[in-house]
């Protein structure tokens, strides 16, 4: 599984932070992650601080937040995913496909409004 960040993805000078090139296993591994660390214990989860996961250009910090305001960075090196707890949960049944099946298709994984979007893409490449 890899992670990265995709500047100015379209003409609206939209972003991407992408987990992707990924298999099965390796679904279920951060699903589980977000449950367990997130949901159940309340504790924030530091991507590159997971063994299965390579960092290529950012770093992404996963942690509850009082509103679901997606993913912000001052830097563009280093991410941080504020949702609240309903937001993680919805995000874990988004993940729920990739955990059933193998599969090839993307999907975002929140809905709001906010310029920088996480792109959840087990066929991705390195070439956006």
């Known amino acids: 599984m890899e992670l990265d960040f995709i500047d100015n993805v379209n003409e609206y ?3 991407v932070v992408r987990l992707y090139n990924f298999d099965q296993a390796e679904a279920i591994k951060f ?4 449950v367990d660390q997130i949901i159940i214990k309340n504790q924030r989860l530091n991507l590159s601080e997971i063994d299965f996961i390579y960092t290529r250009n950012c770093n ?5 937040f009082n509103t679901d305001e997606g993913i912000i960075s001052t830097d563009n090196e280093t991410f941080y995913c504020a949702l609240t707890i309903e937001g993680y949960t919805t995000m ?3 993940l729920e496909p990739y955990c059933e ?3 090839r298709g993307y999907k975002y994984l929140y809905d709001i409004d906010n310029p920088t979007d996480f792109l959840f ?3 991705g490449s390195s070439n956006f």
């Open 31 to 34: 699903r589980n992650l977000i």
């Open 13 to 15: 000078g939209e972003n």
């Open 92 to 94: 874990v049944k988004l």
């Open 121 to 123: 893409s087990p066929a």
């Open 101 to 103: 099946k193998e599969t």
């Open 60 to 64: 992404l910090i996963l942690g509850l």
